[in-house]
């Protein structure tokens, strides 16, 4: 077997964990709504780590793996635990925001820059190099997002009404989780990637641990409190299979599979409001839409593989 074949497999599965942080983004949104309608986005923000910092916290100690004080001391670990840190609490509380001025594909198409940030940040930082193919995936995804985005890239450019302060609200969350991405990416070469995240979850408990509200969730109906708990899953498992993502393939691949999220996103957005007309802002969908989607696949599929 040649050198090479390990490392397209290890590529195959950072693109099958990757797809998996996809699929849980797609149905987020409407476990969000419907928790967030008794609950402030801080609370829920703040029970969404704490949870997953106690389920993996718990793991890791049945394991005998939680990190320790000397590896955390190491070099630049503290620094860029908070910049990761930070930048996952900023893109998490930002983003359920978003949720009260544009529809959760509108969102998607937005925050779709963070994952770009991050294919960037790969090629700048740890200088992931891209085949012609590669390449010619960044010119499809990027110009796939601007034809799906054809209806509100005037509201967007101008920043004007209800749109145009969510796209300001997204654009911050879209740095924000960039950064996470490329902290965490750094952090993986000194920590296993359950340890990094229970680090941040640990972390993104105590920053939040001021501005929640815990007892709220005294008196909500059972399926509120539902949507609660599998929104705290939702990150136990996408954030799992991110970081596991991010150990076997390149953050440049990583960030060419998470640009699907608005074809994924749109696709149950619509479902959902086929259930239940009115339940998320219609998306306004036209064909130039639907072409933009099929074009962000494409180049997502380009980008993904060497």
């Not at 969102?107 to 590669?134: A, K, N």
């Not at 640009?259 to 802002?281: D, K, Q």
């Amino acid at each position: 077997m040649s050198d090479s074949q390990p490392i397209a497999d290890h590529t195959t599965r950072g693109i099958w964990l990757s797809l998996i942080t996809v699929a849980a983004w797609s149905v987020l949104p409407i476990t969000l709504r419907i928790s967030s309608r008794h609950l402030d986005p801080y609370t829920i923000t703040w029970y969404r780590f704490t949870v997953s910092a106690l389920a993996l916290g718990a793991w890791l100690a049945s394991r005998r793996g939680l990190p320790t004080l000397a590896t955390l001391r190491a070099g630049r670990s503290v620094a860029l635990l908070l910049v990761a840190t930070i930048g996952l609490v900023g893109n998490y509380v930002l983003y359920l925001m978003s949720l009260s001025y544009v529809s959760p594909t509108v969102g998607t198409v937005i925050t779709q820059l963070g994952p770009l940030l991050l294919l960037f940040g790969g090629i700048g930082l740890f200088h992931e190099h891209l085949s012609r193919r590669q390449a010619a995936g960044v010119v499809f995804l990027i110009a796939g997002l601007l034809v799906f985005f054809n209806r509100r890239l005037g509201e967007a450019a101008d920043f004007a009404g209800r749109a145009g302060a969510g796209t300001v609200i997204l654009l911050v969350a879209s740095v924000a989780w960039a950064a996470y991405g490329l902290a965490q990416k750094v952090l993986l070469r000194r920590f296993a990637s359950p340890q990094v995240l229970f680090l941040i979850y640990v972390g993104a408990t105590i920053v939040l641990a001021g501005f929640t509200a815990p007892r709220s969730v005294r008196g909500l109906p059972a399926l509120e409190l539902t949507m609660l708990f599998l929104s705290c899953m939702n990150t136990l498992v996408a954030y799992g299979a991110l970081a596991e993502a991010l150990h076997f393939a390149g953050a440049a691949t990583v960030g060419a599979v998470l640009a699907v999220g608005p074809v994924s996103t749109l696709i149950v957005t619509w479902l959902s409001n086929r259930v239940s007309p009115g339940f998320f802002a219609p998306d306004d969908l036209n064909v130039a839409t639907i072409i933009g989607a099929f074009i962000v696949t494409v180049g997502s599929a380009l980008t993904a593989r060497k």
